[in-house]
């Protein structure tokens, strides 16, 4: 049978590459797979493609609508997925790895699209902080605000994840309003493919919003400008010689690097053998070293332990892999397949060979069998350094593959230095139920590490792992890491934006924003909104409230009905007495009830349910005999589905001198 060709998907269209083709042979077997390239391909049409059909056409829709399509894209994977674990065994991936990289990976879009829905607006502008005052009466104004850049994301991921790499820069990025260009790792790339062509085929995505190349990325660096962003993903090398390229140096293009990382996990000073803590440890370097046969950016490469619990370490963590099922991943028994090549077992055989002739030695494993013969297998192989200071390989130098080493340190200073001694990574991990090492080793050690994750008895459990990267966390790391980072809910949506500082009037900036700004003109409208279905509000639809007076009995009676007596509303001397108050005053709480006393529309209608306050503040206190009025504004409306949709109000509670007694946001639910 013909070994199929992989397409790339270029300007609409699934092109084979016509030359540079290469042959992607079988992890189990070596038999091949599929053949890949992309000569042939113009990839300057490609970006062109890009900036002027995708950006227009993805920037036309709001956020909300973009993260619509991501779940809508999540959806059309998971319908699919067993079609991705079928081919996804040829790479030597269990069921378990595959769960990680294709549910993993539609459980990534998952969550950026409802990040998406309940964190950012339905609009084009994302606001950025809050409004700077910079003019006396407020007629001039300043704003930082975020929009969506206008060229492409190229995203060159590694081979380790297909599916996961791949999402998890296309969430971010699509949500964003940003066009882009995959280009998976050659060894993995049929299951990218397919993944790939699974979003195609769903009719959903805009033309223009996603393109593929299977293969190398011939000249495309030389059209790069900065309105591009390159999302790299891989070896520390392959980076350095993409981000120094004269382009990318001259356009000033945004990069962003997740390379290479000698991750460290620690046992805590008070872990000894027999704690629940150090069993925990010896669990997670055997599950970080064996989950897709170690190949993790995040993987455990080095493990340290106080000095005098090495032996009881080795001898446990001997035990542990001695238990490991290493086989074919199609098999429900296996707990560790098979490395992604034979090129990459290779590569994994010489760093061990690096680390021993550094003086790290061999306590478990044997490089050169081959547990399984036929494919590209390795046992888990676990090294030790009883000098960690004199030996530096370990630090080093990253084997790509199950292998770790194990070393001793004296204190805790020792640890955090041993620690940092790999120059930046993405994560680190310790097992201690001390709160006091927590707390001096985050302190220690927290400029060195992208993310950080402390466990113990109380939250084993629950815990997500060392190794697992979170859409709603920062998935990066400083230096040997790259220095960049991703994900993180909406921060990883603003790296494919710019942002702004807007200097104008409030008026300009609500119109600009889609959003009421405080200050700008309001829209008083007659019928009460709270009868208005969402659809009938209009940003800056204002409804002023009757006034009403707050007398010294209202407040004796807040104040015995609730239990909150307070010196400043019970006691008239000591609230004299007080720098702030001239005497007694109403409770804040009993200005908001009085507040929604007065703008709230009784009756079932349009709005459904409070479900919150934000940005309360307290500006005049309001004394006995003042009166308060509001008015209540449509600050932003966020449609979440058919039946449910958010208003944001801006409320504002004047006194008699319409001085402001109180600002806040309400956040209601709606009828769309
Ligand atoms: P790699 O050789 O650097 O390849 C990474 C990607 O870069 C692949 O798509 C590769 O394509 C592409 N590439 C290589 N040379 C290129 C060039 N001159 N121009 C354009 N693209 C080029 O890394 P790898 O060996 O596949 O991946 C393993 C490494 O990635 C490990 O070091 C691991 O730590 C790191 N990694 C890091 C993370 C993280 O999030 N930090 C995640 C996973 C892996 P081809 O395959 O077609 O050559």
Same mark, same amino acid.
């Given at each position: ?18 030359? %540079? ?28 493609? &890009? ?33 991705? $674990?079928?081919?996804? $065994? ?43 005052? !910079? ?13 969506? !850049? ?27 309003? =940003? ?43 030389? $059209? ?36 290479? /990382? ?23 370097? +055997?599950?970080? =070293?064996?989950?897709?046969? &170690? ?34 991943? *199609? ?53 030790? +350094? ?36 790999? *120059? ?9 139920? /001390? ?15 992208? *993310? ?14 060392? &190794? ?44 600009? /924003? ?31 409230? %009757?006034?009403?007076?707050? /007398?010294? %009995? ?62 309360? *503040? ?33 409320? %504002? ?10 600002? $806040? ?8």
């Amino acid at each position: 049978m013909k070994t199929p060709q992989l397409l790339n998907y270029a300007q609409d269209h699934w092109l084979p590459g016509d030359s %540079e083709l290469s042959e992607i042979a079988s992890a189990i077997d070596g038999a091949p797979v599929a053949v890949t390239g992309s000569g042939g391909i113009d990839f300057a049409a490609m970006l062109r493609h &890009g900036r002027e059909v995708g950006g227009p056409a993805l920037r036309k829709m709001t956020f909300h609508e973009r993260a619509r399509l991501l779940k809508a894209l999540g959806l059309a994977i998971m319908a699919r997925k067993e079609e991705l $674990y079928e081919l996804n $065994y040829q790479t030597g991936a269990t069921r378990k790895d595959g769960w990680i990289d294709i549910e993993g990976g539609a459980g990534t879009l998952f969550s950026f699209s409802s990040k998406g829905r309940r964190e950012l607006p339905d609009a084009h502008v994302l606001l950025d902080g809050a409004l700077e005052p !910079l003019s006396k009466s407020g007629t001039f104004v300043g704003q930082h605000i975020y929009t969506s !850049l206008q060229g492409v994301a190229l995203h060159i991921n590694a081979f380790n994840f297909p599916v996961w790499g791949m999402l998890e820069k296309l969430a971010p990025a699509l949500l964003a309003g =940003m066009p882009a260009i995959v280009k998976p790792a050659s060894a993995t790339a049929y299951v990218a493919e397919a993944a790939f062509r699974v979003m195609i085929e769903s009719g959903l995505v805009p033309p223009g919003a996603i393109q593929l190349i299977v293969g190398g990325i011939g000249d495309l660096f030389e $059209y790069l400008t900065s309105q591009d962003v390159v999302g790299f993903t891989g070896s520390a090398n392959t980076a350095l010689k993409l981000r120094s390229h004269p382009n990318v140096l001259r356009e000033s293009v945004k990069f962003v690097a997740e390379q290479d /990382s000698l991750n460290a996990s620690v046992l805590g000073p008070d872990a000894a053998p027999e704690t629940p803590e150090f069993d925990l440890f010896v669990r997670e370097i +055997a599950i970080e =070293m064996t989950v897709k046969a &170690g190949q993790k950016c995040t993987a455990i490469r080095r493990a340290l332990a106080p000095a005098e619990h090495m032996d009881a370490l080795e001898g446990a963590l001997r035990e542990r892999l001695a238990k490991t099922k290493i086989g074919d991943p *199609r098999d429900a028994d296996t707990r560790m397949g098979a490395l992604v090549s034979t090129a990459q077992r290779d590569d994994v055989r010489e760093k061990i060979a690096v680390l021993e002739a550094a003086g790290a030695r061999i306590v478990a494993g044997d490089p050169a069998a081959e547990p399984v013969k036929g494919g590209a297998f390795l046992s888990p192989v676990l090294l030790r +350094a009883d000098d960690p200071w004199a030996c530096a390989a370990p630090h080093d130098v990253e084997p790509f593959g199950p292998v770790s080493t194990i070393m001793p340190y004296k204190d805790i200073e020792d640890a955090i230095a041993l620690a940092n001694r790999g *120059r930046g990574s993405l994560v680190l991990s310790m097992f201690t139920h /001390s709160t006091d090492a927590a707390r001096d080793f985050v302190l220690g050690a927290g400029s060195f590490h992208g *993310r950080m994750l402390i466990v113990d008895r109380d939250n084993h459990k629950e815990s997500t792992g060392h &190794g697992s990267p979170l859409p709603v966390l920062v998935h990066g790391g400083p230096g040997r890491a790259g220095g960049g980072e991703e994900m993180g809910g909406v921060r990883g949506v603003k790296h494919y934006m710019q942002r702004t500082a807007i200097q104008s009037s409030p008026t300009m900036i609500a119109a600009i /924003s889609s959003q009421y700004i405080p200050g700008a003109p309001k829209h008083v409208i007659d019928v009460h909104p709270f009868r208005r279905t969402m659809s009938e509000l209009h940003i800056g639809d204002t409804w002023k409230t %009757e006034s009403r007076s707050v /007398s010294i %009995e209202d407040i004796e009676h807040f104040a015995h009905f609730t239990g909150d007596r307070f010196y400043a509303h019970m006691d008239e001397e000591a609230a004299k007495a007080s720098p702030i108050f001239e005497g007694r005053v109403a409770h804040g709480y009993l200005v908001l009830s009085f507040a929604a006393g007065l703008f709230v529309d009784p009756d079932p209608g349009p709005v459904l349910a409070n479900t919150g306050l934000e940005n309360l *503040r307290f500006l005049t206190p309001l004394y006995p005999g003042d009166s308060m009025r509001v008015e209540l504004s449509v600050r932003a409306k966020s449609i979440k589905s058919q039946d449910t949709g958010q208003v944001r109000w801006a409320v %504002e509670v004047f006194n008699q001198n319409d001085e402001m007694v109180a600002t $806040y946001d309400l956040l209601t639910e709606n009828v769309p």
